[in-house]
């Protein structure tokens, strides 16, 4: 149980001030006249365990300037597999990219073991201080790979939800302006955030199954997911909805865009082979090595992982039934070859957004209505 100023009750609320959500207006980011009002978002991903941090900088960079509406980044120490061969710091790289662009940008992250909260809290504060409207983070539990290197003993699953919670709930009253005492998943003495923001970034949850989705939804700022099939994706965004979770829901989609199915499943093999390892195991191994000898090269399991196409039209068949009721997309191809990536995203971004909903007046994609779940 998390004890914070005394009150465990206190531990994972969603009352508290200053929340923003990121609109296509927020900030002092304007929106373009080639981004139509109301429709998806797309966004880029940029993928640390797999490029360079000064090379991701120039692609993010690029994103923007062929018209991605904003872009998200992963968070780890180690690559997931040998061939990925990354793993620059995020932090200091979401600093020199909101620098870079104007467009909004965020983070998935683990606070409680890797990072303290406090930490975290200090680093949210700072970037929402700095680039006011622009940033936003989304917090989950964690995988071994990225968390075994404190020496600490790796927790099961429950005690990590119960950690992830507890961290939350520090990080936005340190973001709120109290000093905050904790002595239970995570401890926590006498600290305070003195550089913080006038609105607080949002705190979405990082989710992959319908239980975390619906467990979520009591105290997240929105939800993230990933896949790109749409039967997964749908039950995942119900789960969080049926429950009253409340703000954006965004997808996250592994692509492979080559000339042909076949060159696209080649490039999938080559670097994203640990979407295959059962869902049991990716949150207990702890190295890229364990990944690559659990992986499998068996075509089906990959395809259900990433949206293989041989040309633009076919991928936006394999994402837009995914992203049915998702009010952002951000798409990450899996190939290290991000600039014919780029170079054929004017295309598909064209005609993804001919395809994605419309955005409902109330903000969401997918008709829930208004006053259950937007931020207040």
Known sequence: MNVVNGDPRRAGTREHPHRAWLSPTAG????????????????????????????????????????FDGAMCSDHLAPWGIAQGSS??????????????????????????????????????????????????ACGSGEALNEHVTGDPWPDHEARDDRLLASVDVIR??????????????????ARVWSRPAAIPPTLAAAVSTRTAGWAASWADGLITTGCDPRTTGAVRRAYRSRGGRGPLVLQVHLALA??????????????????????LMWDLQQPEDFD???????????????????????VERVVPAAAGYDEVHLHHVGT???????????LLRLLRARLPRIAEDGRADGTPAGREGPS
């Open 28 to 67: 002092s980011h304007p929106p373009r006249a080639d981004r139509p009002a109301g429709r998806t978002r797309i966004g880029f991903h940029a993928s640390h365990e797999q490029i360079p941090p000064e090379e991701l900088l120039r692609l993010v960079v690029r994103a923007e300037a062929v018209g």
């Open 88 to 137: 620059g710091h995020a932090w200091t790289w979401l600093g020199a990219a909101l620098a870079s662009t104007g467009f909004p940008i965020g983070v998935v992250t683990a606070p409680g073991q890797r990072y303290h909260p406090a930490v975290l809290a200090q680093a949210i504060g700072t970037l929402g201080r700095m680039f006011p409207g622009r940033f936003w983070a």
């Open 173 to 190: 009253r340190l973001l709120a302006g109290e000093e905050v005492d904790a002595d239970g998943p995570v401890r926590v003495h006498r």
């Open 259 to 280: 000339d042909s199915a076949v060159a696209a499943g080649c490039i999938a093999r080559e670097q994203w082979r640990q979407a295959t390892v059962p869902p049991a």
């Open 293 to 315: 000898s659990r992986a499998t090269d068996d075509p089906g399991s990959l395809a259900e992982a990433v949206a293989l196409a041989g040309s633009v039209a076919e991928l």
């Open 337 to 347: 070859d991000q600039e014919r990536f780029l170079d054929r995203c004017p295309e």
